[in-house]
């Protein structure tokens, strides 16, 4: 199982972005998929998570109000969209999938990790 995360580049602080992660390989039923993302200097963080059961969704304080996760749990895809991004969301993002979430932040719970794709917001 692969998970190939895109969306990532240089965005202008107040603008939007939009990250996308599908997973291909070999078909699995994940219970959820997140978002994490790790700054220069600072380890890798919770960002937003999705339970297709419901769905539920979650949400890191920081991005709170200004972030949707949305996404299809038969297609395995999952998308993090951030309105008024800020310099501090600069990041690289991570996207994950796991066949069962308890915790939903914890990286324990996920079973599949993509490689990461580059966000910068420029002030």
């Known amino acids: 199982v692969q998970l190939q995360a895109s969306g990532g580049g240089l965005v202008r602080a107040g603008g939007s972005l939009r990250l996308s992660c599908t997973a291909s390989?070999?078909?699995?039923?994940?219970?959820?998929m997140a978002w994490f993302r790790r700054a220069p200097g600072k380890p890798r963080e919770f960002v937003s998570a999705?339970?297709?059961?419901?769905?539920?969704?979650y949400y890191q304080d920081s991005v709170k109000g200004r972030a949707t996760i949305s996404g299809d749990g038969r297609q395995n895809t999952v998308y993090l969209q951030i309105d008024s991004p800020k310099p501090e969301d600069t990041a690289v993002y991570y996207c994950?999938?796991?066949?069962?979430?308890?915790?939903?932040?914890?990286?324990?719970?996920?079973?599949?990790w993509g490689r990461g794709t580059q966000v910068t917001v420029s002030s």
């Open positions: 994950a999938a796991g066949r069962r979430i308890e915790l939903v932040r914890s990286e324990l719970d996920y079973d599949y």
């Open positions: 390989g070999r078909s699995f039923g994940s219970y959820g």
């Open positions: 999705i339970v297709w059961s419901g769905p539920r969704t």
